[in-house]
């Protein structure tokens, strides 16, 4: 029997390179995005899988029951979870949109954690399942400039690797993907395509492929490409106040 993945984010960027790898393996699919009309043309790319595509907003609250609802409802099995929607703003705290920074925090960490909560009651059932949330290289310091971004893949990071922790001996396993600057509508949505951190952006799908690989192995974290993991490993070992200056360097101009 087929395998279902739900891909949160499946319109653009990264969720876009996940539905690619998933469909290319066989997976039926459950797509998510606010976006109905790209869904729609993603479901019609794949005629031999069961594509779902659900046109949500996953930055308001309730909307992510609702997405696990209509799955219920349907009568779908979630075998995989792609916790992938997010995003970023770049700018001092005080001076950004309040409600925009609320519902950074509604998609970054409610949708994702709410989703895990209900798709992992389920495949602890069956003991079997694969979680993949994407974070950051931002979960690993505070970040000046975009600093309730930083926060919330620090949430993911930590919420994911607690679930490790928590779900050894089972067959159910959390993988947090960790990439670095990427090249995804991320960047425009973020303002953050002039900055120095973005002067070394990699490929999405090279991205999406290192998580998916990582997915399938079980992986506990991966971080991708070279320079972002050593600059995820300087930033265990140096002071956080030291971290924090970096990342208000690195979101400056170019
Ligand atoms: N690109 C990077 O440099 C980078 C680096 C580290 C981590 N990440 C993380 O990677 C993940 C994927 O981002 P990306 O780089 O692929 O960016 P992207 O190209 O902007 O894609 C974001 C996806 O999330 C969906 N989305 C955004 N807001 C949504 C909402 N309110 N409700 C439902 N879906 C929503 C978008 O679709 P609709 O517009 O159709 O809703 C789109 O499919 C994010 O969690 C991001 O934080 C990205």
């Known amino acids: 029997m ?4 739900l891909i949160t984010g499946a319109t653009s960027g990264l969720g876009f390179e996940f539905v690619r790898l998933f469909a290319k393996d066989g997976y039926n699919l459950v797509l998510v995005a606010r976006n ?7 479901k019609r790319t794949y005629p031999n899988l069961e594509v779902t595509a659900i046109s949500k907003d996953l930055s308001i609250h309730g909307a992510a029951k609702e997405v696990f609802d209509e799955i219920e409802t349907r009568g ?12 970023g703003l770049m700018g001092k705290f005080e001076e950004l949109n309040f409600q925009k920074q609320l519902n950074m925090i509604q998609l970054n960490i409610s949708a994702l954690t709410e989703l895990t909560y209900y798709c992992l009651q389920k495949m602890k059932q069956k003991n079997s399942g694969r979680i993949l949330n994407v974070a950051s290289t931002a979960a690993f310091q505070p970040g000046p400039k975009m600093a309730v971004y ?7 990071l930590s919420f994911s690797e607690a679930l490790v922790e928590e779900l050894s001996g089972s067959n159910v396993t959390v993988t ?22 973005f002067s070394r952006a990699m490929a999405s799908d090279l991205v999406a492929k290192q998580g998916y690989e990582a997915l399938k192995s079980g992986k506990r974290v991966i971080v991708t490409g070279g320079f972002n993991k050593a600059g995820a490993l300087g930033a265990k070992f140096m002071p956080r106040s030291l971290a924090a200056k970096i990342a208000k360097y690195v979101a400056g101009e170019k």
């Open 176 to 197: 947090t993907l960790c990439p670095g600057p990427t090249k995804t509508n991320f960047g425009a949505v973020a303002s953050v395509e002039g900055t120095k951190m």
């Open 150 to 156: 930083y926060a919330t893949k620090a949430y993911v």
């Open 76 to 87: 779908i099995d979630i075998d995989v979870l792609v916790n992938n929607a997010g995003f």
């Open 36 to 42: 109905d009309k790209k869904l729609e043309e993603i």
């Open 2 to 5: 087929k395998k279902t993945a």
